[in-house]
């Protein structure tokens, strides 16, 4: 009989309590998680190039303005740059940072639901919700500040349309994604038929808000997705670590005493949430959510997609997407949409191919 | 500890169990068998509470389960489904350390008892060495044993195990149902177990249930009701049952179903190995076997060669030991 390879059992010494192999264990009080020792990493490495690329973004644009001059205009003290600097880059940038997080969140969330890299909430249909009210309300003539909540609307009732399709058998995987491709292109027919019969000039704007952009916007739009954030916070503290059971399959995770419907129910409504906020207010800026999390994925090389990482990563992507869209064409400026397809997507075939030269 | 009371289960429109009582001993080791789509994992994952019963009620210590909060249940019951899915990329002791999912909380993620809980489980299913590995590069064998870790780091009283010996080669088969029994006798752990190989059933079965079309047909220890009448009322195969040469447990042979399958050169081995022991008589019983001697006789001219028609030469094959041989004089009075 042969017998079975024995791996030697190696005694490791575990002083106290430690946590499992590559993680570390923070504790508060009553309050003990456990944390990814590369995502900490990933996370620093990431809030730095963040707030370098930010200050970059100050600096560059017309007119250009040195780094000490945009470090004493942040500081407050009074500068001839202030307008420039304070008022139209500034706005901006903090809006790109805080709606790139919001789609690293959604994409996240949803990709961990959809159990499916491509998914995101282009392809589950909130975006052509948000994009179908807004479409409507640009070609009716409603008023410019109902186009936001009226984009808000459709997303959530998309959403809705999405989870009664998606509901039978537990929201699984499968069912989800298929719904929200029936939804999306349902959808997306509408706005069409919706944009051909506007008025010209109506269905080019209501275009170049489905591009999403950041151009003309600011302190409003990143205070109400700031909001969503804050206000789902709590939820997403759970998020961060229900998403850890959401590789295994329902009949182990139900084994371990958890239920992986509510689950699911929860994690996508929370992303759906997010998605719809966001692109209410700034456009199906889509790629960020589909590529941030599964490049945060493989820098931490997690199983599923870390949330912070993707929230960190998204706002760098789409901080960069926006300078690059103001300044490579300058003085046109394309949609950071554009752009954002342009930067993550050769990355992500970088990746794929150096994950498949490591793995053959 | 684990009974059912009226319990009618399926899936869609179909019913697999209809009205099953059932009593599952605590602290043995409980096999269920019976032939494909005949009720046993849905059995058994309805006891997992995996599949919510039409009507009826799993108990557990006469409590309903449904009743239960599953985080409850998931302390004293650990279960392992048929074919878990792997996560791309986990290390063993990441994986392990998921059994401790009932007794945290996302504000308290990990504690002394849970590093405790994951090296004793690892130690027991003896994966420690493994633990840095993902285990999406482990074998099969390796692999289950984490699983089956998985469940032990939940500090469960019971084990539901779903044919976990599916998939392994004859070895690792060996290693999982060993690792079971070591649970079972050293822990004091309540094993429940689907396994599709009846010899291995018996071997390691404290108490065997036979289901056929969603009922139990015998429920007790295998060496009292695994009989060649049950396994024909069964899975509707004749066989013989003879007591295991190592174990003594009953040994399912299944019957000839066709003459060309015996093989006199099998018989020469038989006679042959018992030869030296000096057991004539053996070879006597043997040797009438009629009918098969003629034709018998050519395949043996084929295969051995030199060897006369009729008087075989001793095979050189020691491997059978005389445990073995002190049986063998059972089986041509099979009477097929």
């Known amino acids: ?93 903090v809006l790109a940072a805080v709606a790139g997080a919001a789609f690293g969140v959604a994409g996240t969330l949803i990709q961990s639901v959809a159990r499916n890299p491509l998914a995101s909430p282009d392809v589950v249909g909130v975006t052509q919700g948000a994009g179908l009210a807004a479409t409507v309300a640009l070609t009716t003539g ?121 689950r699911r129910i929860g994690l996508a409504g929370t992303g759906v949430v997010a998605a719809a906020m966001v692109t209410a207010q700034v456009g199906a800026v889509d790629f960020v959510a589909l590529v941030a999390p599964q490049l945060a994925r493989r820098l931490v090389r997690a199983e599923r997609p870390p949330l912070v990482c993707a929230a960190l990563l998204g706002a760098l992507l789409l901080v960069l997407a926006d300078l690059a869209g103001r300044r490579l064409f300058a003085p046109t400026q394309l949609p950071a949409g554009v752009l954002t397809a342009a930067i993550g997507g050769p990355y992500l075939i970088f990746l794929l191919v150096r994950g498949r030269r490591r793995s053959s | 500890m684990l009974s059912t009371r009226d319990l009618v289960a399926g899936y869609d429109e179909r019913t697999v169990l209809d009205g099953l009582d059932l009593e599952l001993p605590g602290d043995a080791f409980t096999v269920i068998v019976g032939p494909n789509a005949c009720g046993k994992s ?61 007794y945290q909380r996302w504000w308290r993620q990990w504690s002394e008892s849970d590093s405790a809980a994951v090296d004793r489980a690892m130690a027991l299913a003896d994966v420690t060495g493994l633990a840095d590995r993902p285990v999406d590069t482990l074998s099969g064998g390796q692999r289950q044993r984490v699983w089956i870790a998985m469940t032990l780091a939940q500090d469960t009283e019971a084990l539901l195990l779903d044919e976990p010996t599916t998939f392994l080669d004859l070895a690792h088969q060996v290693e999982v149902l060993d690792l079971l029994h070591r649970l079972r006798v050293e822990r004091g752990r309540t094993v429940v177990a689907v396994l599709h190989d009846l010899n291995q059933a018996a071997r390691y079965a404290d108490h065997l249930i036979a289901m056929r079309s969603g009922a139990v047909v ?33 040994l399912v042979v299944p019957a000839l179903t066709s003459p060309s399958l015996a093989r006199p050169s099998g018989a020469a081995g038989l006679a042959g190995s ?51 041989n002190s049986r063998t004089g059972s089986y041509p009075s099979k009477g097929i």
């Open chain 1, 1 to 93: 009989m042969t017998a079975p390879t024995v791996e030697r059992p190696v005694r490791r010494s575990r002083p106290g309590v430690a946590a499992l192999p590559g993680r570390a264990l923070v504790r508060l009080g009553p309050v003990s998680v456990q944390v990814r020792r590369r995502s900490v990493l990933v996370a620093a490495t990431l809030v730095v190039l963040l707030l370098a690329a930010g200050l970059l973004s100050l600096c560059l644009g017309t007119p250009y303005v040195a780094l000490p001059d945009v470090l004493r205009a942040l500081s407050g003290t009074g500068t001839p740059y202030d307008l420039v600097v304070l008022d139209l880059r500034l706005p901006r940038l």
């Open chain 1, 142 to 262: 409603a008023a410019a500040v109902l186009v936001a909540p009226a984009a808000l609307v459709g997303g959530l009732v998309a959403a809705v349309l999405l989870f009664a399709l998606g509901a039978r058998h537990g929201l699984a995987a499968q069912r989800f994604v298929l719904a929200g491709v029936a939804v999306a292109f349902a959808l997306r027919a509408l706005t069409e038929v919706v944009m051909l019969t506007a008025d010209p000039i109506d269905g080019m704007r209501a275009q170049i808000w489905l591009i999403g952009t950041l151009a003309g916007r600011g302190w409003t739009e990143t205070l109400w997705i700031a909001l969503t954030l804050v206000a789902l916070l709590p939820v997403l503290a759970w998020a961060g670590w229900a998403l850890n059971s959401t590789a295994l399959d329902d009949d182990t995770a139900r084994g371990i005493g958890l239920r992986p419907v509510a």
């Open chain 2, 42 to 102: 849905t059995l058994l994952r309805t006891l997992a509470r995996l599949l919510t019963p039409r009507r009826g009620a799993v108990l557990l210590d006469g409590t309903a389960i449904r009743d239960l909060p599953t985080r409850e249940v998931a302390r004293r019951l650990g279960v392992l489904p048929q074919s878990p899915l792997v996560p791309e990329g986990v290390t063993v002791a990441d994986l392990v350390g998921r059994g401790r999912q009932p």
């Open chain 2, 218 to 250: 015998a429920a007790g220890p295998p060496r009292q009701i695994l009989t060649a009448d049950l396994v024909r009322d069964v899975f509707g195969l004749d066989c013989v049952v003879v007591p295991c040469p190592v174990t003594g447990a009953p």
């Open chain 2, 274 to 324: 018992a030869g030296p022991s000096g057991a004539a008589g053996l070879a006597g019983s043997a040797g009438p076997s009629g009918a098969a001697g003629p034709a018998g006789s050519t395949d043996a001219a084929g295969s051995v060669g030199p060897a006369p028609a009729g008087a075989p030469t001793p095979a050189p094959r020691p491997s059978a030991g005389p445990a073995v």
